[in-house]
């Protein structure tokens, strides 16, 4: 019989993941920004989440250049995405007090580049954020705890075979259970169920319900 490694993922985001709430100025600009996190990895085994930049004040002119490893993408180049052409680093666009996110999902960050100075005493907080994207893998089995309400927890294949994100369907959809309190627990038949179908694939894991539904759920793949 063929054995596999198991790992288990249990899908957890921060806004200050990378970057405390802090200014930016000094040094010549567009520079890379010095990290808290100095850790490049955004979670095992190449699952990611996506980043978000949350801006104390007046960030409208500033772009940030994210340089990294995206999720699914395993030809070393950023795919084609919104405001992105295929090979070249996105860039996210800084906004007025508030929070932005990125088109795509990041298994490790290397580096941020800010192309000016925050205004003033403006700070900015670098994280992670959204759900889980998988790389290629088998999702072998998972638990999940309920939250006060039913939902489902879903798995969709994404794939980057014409550069562009698409969304190529479902492949999990599983009914949560009622109450904080239950739990439930699957482990799938034969190889469990595959994430990708061909190479530059990827799979998002939601809850489409919202929060309530879903206290915590951890996947275990192969």
């Known amino acids: 019989m063929e054995q596999t490694d198991i790992w288990s993922i249990n899908p957890s985001t921060s806004d200050t993941f990378f970057k405390t709430a802090a200014t930016v100025t000094g040094g010549v600009y567009p520079?890379?920004?010095?990290?808290?996190?100095?850790?490049?990895?955004?979670?095992?085994?190449g699952a990611g989440y996506q980043i978000i930049i949350t801006s104390g004040g007046?960030?409208?002119?500033?772009?940030?250049?994210?340089?990294?490893?995206?999720?699914?993408?395993?030809?070393?180049?950023?795919?084609?995405?919104?405001?992105?052409?295929?090979?070249?680093?996105?860039?996210?666009?800084?906004?007025?007090?508030?929070?932005?996110?990125?088109?795509?999902?990041?298994?490790?960050?290397?580096?941020?580049?800010?192309?000016?100075?925050?205004?003033?005493?403006?700070?900015?907080?670098?994280?992670?954020?959204?759900?889980?994207a998988l790389p290629r893998c088998r999702i072998k089995g998972f638990y999940i705890i309920g939250g006060t309400g039913t939902g489902s927890l879903k798995a969709n294949i994404w794939s980057y075979a014409t550069g562009t994100a698409v969304d190529t369907g479902n492949i999990l959809d599983i009914s949560t259970p009622t109450g904080a309190t239950l739990t439930q627990f699957l482990s799938l038949p034969g190889q469990g169920i595959l994430t990708g179908k061909q190479q530059n694939d990827y799979t998002v894991v939601t809850d489409d319900e919202g929060a309530a539904v879903l206290t915590d759920y951890t996947l275990f793949c192969g």
Do not use: C, M, W
């Open 58 to 132: 007046n960030d409208s002119g500033i772009t940030f250049t994210i340089n990294g490893a995206v999720v699914g993408e395993l030809n070393n180049k950023v795919p084609s995405a919104a405001a992105t052409t295929a090979g070249v680093p996105e860039v996210i666009q800084g906004v007025t007090g508030g929070t932005v996110t990125s088109a795509h999902y990041y298994s490790r960050i290397d580096s941020i580049v800010v192309s000016a100075a925050v205004g003033g005493a403006t700070t900015i907080a670098i994280g992670t954020t959204g759900a889980l």
């Open 31 to 45: 520079r890379a920004l010095t990290l808290t996190n100095t850790d490049p990895v955004v979670s095992k085994e």
